[in-house]
């Protein structure tokens, strides 16, 4: 069974659109931060695919919206490895928000990976051990 990853966030207002809810391109921006912070969780950064010269690009989103999310809701964002390919991975998030007890999205990211020239590559295999 794939590791899964978990972090918390709070709703802040300028996430917000004109009807009060979360926009949906914030979600986006959520999944984003919550990668970084799987990141951290097994001592890696952005800074490792400078390094690595491996860079793992988004080629796909999807994400099915479940329930609106409001200022201050606090949102409880787990991720896991879904999928490996040789050059590429997908991560599958649940979005709950733990202030309504509802789910409020669910997503599928996947990444390609490729040098800083846009070649695509290997992935790094430091990174498929810790990110299992």
């Not at 928000?97 to 290997?122: C, D, Q, Y």
């Amino acid at each position: 069974m794939a590791t899964r990853f978990t972090t918390t966030l709070y709703v802040r207002s300028y996430e917000l659109d004109s009807f009060g809810h979360v926009n949906n391109a914030v979600y986006l921006q959520y999944l984003e931060y919550a990668r970084s912070e799987y990141l951290l969780q097994v001592g890696l950064s952005f800074n490792d695919f400078q390094t690595w010269n491996a860079i793992p690009y988004v080629v796909r989103a999807e994400i099915e919206y479940k329930s609106s999310s409001r200022c201050h809701d606090e949102l409880e964002i787990t991720g896991w490895v879904s999928a490996w390919g040789k050059s590429s991975f997908v991560l599958s998030y649940e979005i709950f928000n733990r202030s309504t007890g509802k789910m409020g999205a669910l997503a599928e990211v996947k990444f390609a990976w490729v040098t800083r020239e846009e070649k695509i590559i290997r992935i790094p295999q430091i990174f498929r051990e810790r990110m299992t």
